[in-house]
């Protein structure tokens, strides 16, 4: 949930979850931040090396100047507002009940 709330409040964000959940975000419409951000930490299946990966993505944007991250923020804007208008779109609470259902299926 922590993904959709910077989603609603119009912000980037680096995703550390299992692997491939940036994948599936975009499966299911979203848009994600590369190249601005290093993302392929997403496609490491070792838990130990994806969390060395994202936290080297995550310190490498942050140490990168006020100014070139504000630069970076108004490049990114079509995709913030596209991803807030998906959110916006979906009825969230449905979907997410939906997921939950199928994984508790199966």
């Not at 910077?6 to 499966?27: N, R, T």
């Not at 130990?48 to 310190?59: C, D, P």
């Amino acid at each position: 949930e922590k993904v959709f709330n910077a989603i609603s409040h119009w912000q980037m964000f680096i995703f550390m979850g299992p692997a491939h959940s940036l994948e599936y975000l975009k499966s299911i419409g979203y848009q994600t931040f590369s190249p601005y951000i290093d993302e392929s930490y997403d496609q490491i299946e070792n838990h130990y090396e994806r969390i060395l990966a994202v936290t080297n993505s995550f310190i490498n944007f942050i140490s990168k100047s006020i100014e070139e991250i504000q630069q970076i923020y108004i490049q990114c804007l079509p995709i913030i507002e596209h991803n807030k208008q998906r959110l916006d779109a979906c009825q969230f609470t449905t979907y997410l009940n939906n997921e939950i259902d199928n994984i508790i299926k199966t």
